[in-house]
């Protein structure tokens, strides 16, 4: 089963997973014309062959996007501005990102032509380089992408893919239809509901990295909870050595604690924080919780707690790793030049897409008084925005002006858009220090556990 265009009922369906109340009716989208939002929200400057025209939405991406962070706003009962343009924008405006074709935005993932169709491989790691020589079985690899480039030509490409995750790195076919995904997440019961519970005061405990869990967390925030970032002293959250302006933007206003996972005293921190927390985000593979003592349907969890689990594919796919591109390739969400051959859509565009529909994964579940581990799947995620279908309403040409700048055309309006590049985010200060809370949060740490989310 599909999702249907109609971008104000997919997000109903989903939240009605949840319990969530129904409600009112949203906005209309900015111009009422996908294509022409598409052009103005900076997502369609990165999407194209990098010597060619920008390409036009795969599907009503800005009006489902706008959809969900209006019914947050809505559940959270407060204000959250979440303008489309800065959410699929905003890393590629931080660091002057533009569109490559078949090679991602930020340059760490590529589309390979295989036998039967393509297929999506991401390096984005040093690690991932050393071991393409073992994908390859052979030692004299000198330029990782072009042999692997040779190698996929001959395969299929789903079994290419699946080769290349038997060596921990990311890969994925891509689908000739976008999966069947009606709900982009899956929902089990972990906790008595709490009728208390709601997003405003509530405590979330951010174990992710990066940046679709951080950006969840971003928007809990902006709905009144308290965010702690936790990170590991020997594995911190990689994005911090990143761009700064889009670390800032994500984690500004947070709190900061920083312990060591493998000491006895650093695990004990970590299960009191979530111990609790109203709201736990991790993005880690099943097993490395566990490791933890930290798998959720074991623990024992008061009333309300809710529990968002991100990762590439699922819970029930705990081996299978995925960054935004590829997941996004996995779901079926690529653009088609004009060749109708694929080409990356946005920028690594399942991380964000991913981090506003677990926030009102959240927002929906404490609505309803919580107690939920939601599962959220980023290829699902990619695969539910896939599949939505544009209304036809008339040819929309992309052409290039005297000026040197590229407009779309909506016949049945009239109207142009210039293709607007994306815009980088004005964060609302800086991003605390690695652990500069952990000492006091740490000291005060039993006084946050058994408290109402509403206080």
């Known amino acids: ?32 014309c996908p294509h ?46 979440l303008d489309p343009a800065t959410i699929l924008g905003a890393r590629a405006g931080a660091m002057n990102l533009t569109r490559r074709g078949r090679t991602s935005a930020g340059g760490a993932t590529r589309l390979l032509r295989a036998a039967d169709g393509w297929c999506a491989v991401t390096l984005s790691r040093p690690d991932d380089l050393e071991l393409v020589p073992a994908m390859l079985g052979r030692a004299d690899v000198t330029d990782p992408w072009e042999e692997l480039t040779a190698a996929v030509r001959g395969a299929k490409a ?41 997003p405003r005061g509530a405590l979330v405990v951010d174990l992710s990295s990066l940046w679709a869990g951080p950006l969840c967390a971003r928007l809990l925030g902006l709905a009144g909870a308290r965010v702690v970032k936790v990170e590991s002293t020997r594995r911190p959250d990689g994005a911090r050595a990143g761009n700064r302006r889009f670390y800032d933007w994500l984690h500004a206003g947070h709190e900061s604690v920083a312990v060591d996972f493998t000491l006895p005293e650093g695990r004990s921190a970590l299960a009191e924080l979530v111990r609790a927390a109203d709201v736990v985000i991790e993005a880690s593979r099943p097993r490395a919780l566990a490791q933890l003592g930290l798998a959720p349907e074991r623990l ?6 809710v529990w968002v689990s991100i990762t590439g594919y699922g819970r029930s796919h705990p ?3 995925a960054f935004g591109d590829d997941a996004a390739v996995a779901g079926g969400l690529v653009g088609r030049s004009a060749d109708g051959d694929p080409v990356f859509c946005a920028d690594a565009v399942a991380d964000p897409l991913t981090g506003v529909v677990a926030a009102l994964g959240v927002t929906g579940s404490l609505a309803c008084g919580g107690g939920h581990l939601i599962d959220v799947s980023m290829r699902d995620i990619a695969a539910a925005f896939a599949a939505s ?4 309403h008339g040819p929309h040409p992309v ?19 210039e293709v607007l590049p994306p815009r980088a985010p004005t964060p609302e ?13 740490l000291s005060r740490v039993a006084e946050l556990g058994g408290r109402s989310s509403c206080r």
């Open 1 to 32: 089963m599909t999702v249907p265009g109609d971008p104000a009922e997919s997000v109903r369906r989903w939240l009605r997973t949840l319990g969530a109340p129904s409600l009112p009716p949203a906005a209309a989208p900015a111009s009422g």
């Open 36 to 81: 022409l939002d598409w052009a103005a929200c900076g997502a369609m400057a990165l999407t194209g062959e990098a010597d060619g025209p920008p390409v036009l939405s795969p599907g009503p991406m800005t009006a489902l996007l706008a959809e969900t962070g209006t019914a947050l706003a809505q559940i959270a009962g407060r204000p959250i501005l």
């Open 158 to 198: 789903s079994e290419f893919a699946g080769h290349v995750r038997q060596f921990g790195v990311p890969a994925a076919a891509l689908p000739y239809e976008p999966p069947p995904v009606d709900v982009p997440w899956q929902v089990s019961t972990i906790a008595p509901p709490n009728e208390d519970a709601r």
């Open 300 to 305: 024992e969890h008061r009333a309300g707690k």
């Open 319 to 321: 081996d299978r790793v």
């Open 389 to 392: 279908s544009l209304a036809d």
């Open 399 to 417: 052409r290039r002006t005297a000026a040197d700048e590229w407009v779309v055309e909506c016949q049945a309006s009239g109207r142009t858009q």
């Open 429 to 441: 200060g800086e991003a605390p220090a690695m652990g500069a809370d952990t000492a006091r949060i």
